[in-house]
């Protein structure tokens, strides 16, 4: 069994500081992705990332895949408050093709 | 509709009762996931269909739980004899196709599956 551990699980800051979300998994990954949930929909892709040590930016939020596929992380520098959400990490291989969910991590942005 | 469709979107039933959740995804996308949510975690998967037939279904917790996707669109999960732990959200996804250019999964709203 794949398992996706993030963390924090939980994490509250204030409005403009800076913040990193981590995925860590003891499998190598074809691709990595990160979704983002709120209440009462359904996750919404933010970013996928394939090869190993990628770095891709969007707006604020800046997402690595690790050297060896098996780790991600997700940095959010000067946070708003539209950043709150329900993080989730998920990994994809192209052998067996099931997405396969982090734990999450649930992220409040205080104005 | 231009997204995933699932229905119902509330369910209430008693334990011991049989339920039927139905997705309905995008058009045209022949990979379609289902999961179960519970509140706050990341979401759990069931099982995976690639066309009409279940790719992985190594995620159903006993045989209780049935999917089936006869004509490769419209998926319906199966739930026999509902305990109060099948209690959560339950999502479906689907994918254009679940292959190295096409692996976005677009998901439902879920159905919010209470068993009392």
């Known amino acids: 069994t794949q398992l996706l551990e993030q963390s924090p699980q939980f994490l509250s800051i204030q409005e403009g500081e800076n913040l990193t979300v981590y995925c860590n998994s003891s499998?190598?990954?074809?691709?990595l992705q990160w979704y983002r949930q709120e209440p009462g929909e359904g996750p919404v892709l933010l970013v996928t990332?394939?090869?190993?040590?990628e770095v891709k930016k969007l707006k604020r939020l800046t997402f690595q895949f690790g050297d060896a596929r098996k780790d991600s992380s997700l940095h959010i520098t000067a946070a708003q408050p539209g950043d709150t959400g329900l993080y989730l990490c998920a990994g994809f291989n192209f052998g067996n093709e099931k997405l396969t969910f982090g734990t999450g991590t649930r992220l409040t942005i205080i104005p | 509709g231009a997204g995933v469709s699932q229905t119902p979107s509330n369910k209430v039933t008693e334990k011991g009762k049989y339920v039927e959740l139905r997705c309905d995804p995008i058009s045209g996308h022949t990979a379609l996931y289902w999961y179960r949510q519970s509140l706050g975690q990341g979401p759990e998967f069931l099982i995976y269909f690639q066309g009409t037939g279940a790719a992985d279904d190594s995620g159903l917790p006993n045989d209780r739980f049935f999917a089936v996707r006869p004509e490769g669109s419209v998926s319906t999960l199966k739930i026999q004899r509902t305990e109060r732990g099948d209690s959560a959200v339950y999502l479906c996804?689907?994918?254009?196709?679940?292959?190295?250019?096409?692996?976005?999964?677009?998901f439902g709203q879920g159905t919010r599956l209470t068993v009392v």
């Open positions: 996804a689907s994918s254009l196709r679940a292959d190295r250019l096409n692996t976005e999964a677009f």
């Open positions: 499998s190598v990954f074809s691709s």
């Open positions: 990332v394939v090869t190993g040590g």
